[in-house]
């Protein structure tokens, strides 16, 4: 309750350079978790002061990031499927902090958690984008809150000390790991690999397919709460992306 009450003070229409919640709601917790690592035996695996120098043990670091990229990969499909599917090209944009380009998608709405975009299906034909909201349960929402409170600050940091090659602005997005934003290719891989972990027969589904059976699949278990409709293409107008 309380990352929740943290969360509700986000300035969603904000759109100062690098504003977003781990930067702003959650920056005390950033500056604590930094303590606690110092002042804790065990962190002392990744980083200790020595003639009051702050030293990292880059081997150490490294597994973190890969402990990092598994949470990632396990926290996409979640959030992916229950938040209603987004396409590739949206995922790939999918930001935490404000650019110079562009302003975040995720936000706190009226103590919600909340993805905004502004790309349909009809973009690309009619020039004007249309607003969308994802939106989570509970559950979802709190592992959101606590990547963006703990586990982004800490790769944010950690990243340049570890990885030579990294994308500059990877920390501006959601889906990123090791220091690299994740490609339309990542995402498609990581959702065959855990829908096929899950699935009787052993087949795996890709983003093309996910947004094309998560409307019914959303429906059948009263996953949503779509608008009534008795028309028999309910499901196939929503999986199309028309509502969405």
Excluded at 43 to 56: K, M, N, P, Y
Excluded at 57 to 80: C, D, G, Q, W, Y
Excluded at 122 to 135: A, C, I, Y
Aim: aromatic share 10%.
């Amino acid at each position: 309750d309380d990352i929740f009450q943290m969360a509700s003070k986000d300035q969603a229409m904000f759109n100062a350079k690098g504003y977003g919640l781990p930067t702003g709601s959650f920056k005390k917790f950033e500056d604590a978790l930094i303590l606690a690592l110092l002042s804790s035996k065990k962190s002392q695996e990744t980083a200790s002061v020595i003639d009051g120098r702050l030293w990292f043990n880059t081997a150490a670091l490294s597994r973190k990031l890969n402990m990092i990229e598994n949470f990632m990969e396990s926290l996409f499909p979640i959030v992916h499927i229950l938040g209603l599917p987004k396409r590739g090209t949206e995922l790939q944009c999918c930001q935490v902090l404000n650019s110079e380009q562009r302003p975040r998608n995720v936000k706190a709405y009226f103590n919600q958690i909340i993805i905004g975009g502004g790309y349909n299906k009809t973009s690309g034909m009619t020039g004007k984008d249309s607003k969308t909201l994802h939106m989570f349960p509970k559950p979802v929402e709190e592992l959101l809150l606590t990547y963006l409170a703990l586990v982004h600050p800490f790769q944010a940091r950690v990243v340049p000390l570890v990885v030579k090659n990294y994308d500059q602005d990877f920390s501006d997005y959601l889906w990123t790991s090791k220091g690299k934003k994740w490609s339309t290719t990542k995402f498609t891989r990581v959702l065959r690999d855990k829908t096929r972990d899950i699935s009787s027969n052993g087949v795996g589904f890709g983003l093309h397919d996910i947004r094309h059976i998560s409307a019914g699949v959303n429906d059948h278990y009263d996953l949503k709460q779509p608008e009534p409709n008795n028309s028999i293409d309910h499901v196939a107008d929503l999986s199309s992306g028309h509502k969405t």
